[in-house]
Antibody
């Protein structure tokens, strides 16, 4: 069965960096785009970034462009999110979600999420 | 960016009721719309894509309709496990955007 497992969350000071990972199994990872979506405490869902199946296309939300970098290693079935210059407003649960195609934007499976807390 | 507006933001319903949630896009998105269910402390679950197609394993009590700018999610015969927050999301163009959510509570 399809599984997405996020890791790397934690407490970090403003201005510092953190790298999240999303380990995938149960499907051909190299054939699908994968997204990051976040949810601030008590708030709704916010799309963050996507990388296409082969890594050639990536898109970001305005709120993270220039600070966050999405990448993937298809040999390890893993997606990453490098988060730099973190701000208090980046505090959220970060989910990875599998696209139904190359980067249609339509999700079918989600991971359980990893919590990032930006606080001094 | 395409704005997604859900209504109502919350509703109270009884077991066995039929519930309808609406979602409006700020511009036409064809049928590039999905619905998700989220329970407290859990990941969202994909319910519907292409406005009206059920994801694999989702019971037929859930149905979606609409095209262009106006969409609805209907839940028939509400059961205790259906009390959750529901989100719509457009994938017509990037950046992807979600509605603000509708919390379905027990009356």
């Amino acid at each position: 069965q399809v599984q997405l497992v996020e890791s790397g969350g934690g407490v970090v000071q403003p201005g510092r960096s953190l790298r999240l990972s999303c380990a995938a199994s149960g499907f051909t990872f190299s054939s699908y785009a994968i997204h990051w979506v976040r949810q601030a405490p008590g708030k709704g869902l916010e799309w963050v970034a996507v990388m296409s199946y082969d890594g050639t296309n990536k898109f970001y939300a305005d709120s993270v462009r220039g600070r966050f970098t999405i990448s993937r290693d298809n040999s390890k079935n893993t997606l990453y999110l490098q988060m730099n210059s973190l701000r208090a407003e980046d505090t959220a649960v970060y989910f990875c979600a599998k696209d139904t195609a190359r980067y249609s934007g339509c999700f079918d499976y989600w991971g359980q999420g990893t919590l990032v807390t930006v606080s001094s | 960016d395409i704005q997604m507006t859900q209504s109502p933001s919350s509703l109270s319903a009884s077991v066995g009721d039929r519930v309808t949630i609406t979602c409006r896009a700020s511009q036409g998105i064809n049928d590039d719309l999905a619905w998700f269910q989220q329970k407290p402390g859990k990941a969202p679950k994909s319910l519907i894509y292409a406005a009206s197609s059920l994801q694999s394993g989702v019971p037929s009590k859930f149905s979606g309709s609409g095209s262009g700018t106006d969409f609805t999610l209907t839940i028939n015969s509400l059961q205790p496990e259906d009390f959750a927050t529901y989100y719509c999301q457009q994938y017509n163009r990037y950046p992807l955007t979600f509605g603000g959510g509708t919390k379905v509570e027990i009356k």
